[in-house]
């Protein structure tokens, strides 16, 4: 299994940037596949997560209605489009499947990308 993050950067607060996550070793259809977040100094947060099978979508309180996971078969990728950037978003973003989804949330995971840096700062 090997998870390959890409499309973090520098944006302005309120700006927009998509992360991708491209999967090998497994289809991703076939396991609860999401992204996590960690900060300087907080505790590391599942952010947005989307279940085997049917495809369910589960969102952390913070980046509800703002966020949008979703899926590419053809192309075995997974993608988080980040909208309305504040800077709290500021973070090293980790794509992560054969998650656990608990209660609505993400919550753990077995298999690790390497993270990408997002930034939101004016």
């Known amino acids: 299994v090997q998870l390959v993050e890409s499309g973090g950067g520098l944006v302005q607060p309120g700006g927009s940037l998509r992360l991708s996550c491209a999967a090998s070793?497994?289809?991703?259809?076939?396991?609860?596949t999401g992204w996590f977040r960690q900060a300087p100094g907080k505790e590391h947060e599942g952010v947005s997560c989307?279940?085997?099978?049917?495809?369910?979508?589960y969102y952390s309180d913070s980046v509800k209605g703002r966020f949008t996971i979703f899926r590419d078969k053809t192309k075995n990728t997974m993608y988080l489009q980040m909208n309305s950037l504040k800077p709290e978003d500021t973070a090293v973003y980790y794509c992560?499947?054969?998650?656990?989804?608990?209660?609505?949330?993400?919550?753990?995971?077995?298999?690790w990308g390497q993270g990408t840096q997002v930034t939101v700062s004016s």
């Open positions: 992560a499947a054969d998650i656990r989804i608990l209660k609505g949330y993400c919550s753990g995971a077995n298999y």
């Open positions: 989307i279940s085997a099978g049917n495809g369910s979508t």
């Open positions: 070793g497994f289809t991703l259809d076939y396991a609860a």
